[in-house]
């Protein structure tokens, strides 16, 4: 059965930091893209950053420069600095083997962690 564990969300004032992480089970996700997305209130699932199996990243224009997603083999981190409160959203842990890192997301999907950021 696969599961994605997410840990690490919260409520942090404008320009405070977070640090999501994201533990797939199973040792075949080290070899799948791993990303994350987020959905605010109303709005459509957007995807954040991703990485590689190799190491390559891809960010939203929104985060470039404040967010920057690293992995660990099948665990994927999201450190999340200078956060905004148009960053406040569900945030979702997703890999697949048809996952690039970009276009469309994979098959499998964390239960989602919350990012509140206001004062």
């Known amino acids: 059965q696969v599961q994605l564990v997410e840990s690490g969300g919260g409520l942090v004032q404008p320009g405070g930091s977070l640090r999501l992480s994201c533990a797939a089970s199973?040792?075949?996700?080290?070899?799948?893209?791993m990303g994350w997305y987020r959905q605010a209130p109303g709005k459509q699932r957007n995807l954040v950053a991703a990485?590689?199996?190799?190491?390559s990243t891809n960010y939203a224009d929104s985060v470039k420069g404040r967010f920057t997603i690293s992995r660990d083999k099948n665990t994927v981190t999201l450190q999340m600095n200078s956060l905004k409160p148009e960053d406040t959203a569900v945030y979702y842990c997703?890999?697949?083997?048809?996952?690039?890192?970009?276009?469309?997301?994979?098959?499998?999907w964390g239960q989602g962690t919350q990012v509140t950021v206001s004062s």
């Open positions: 199973g040792s075949i996700f080290s070899l799948y893209a």
């Open positions: 990485i590689t199996s190799g190491g």
């Open positions: 997703n890999t697949g083997p048809f996952f690039t890192g970009r276009g469309d997301p994979g098959d499998y």
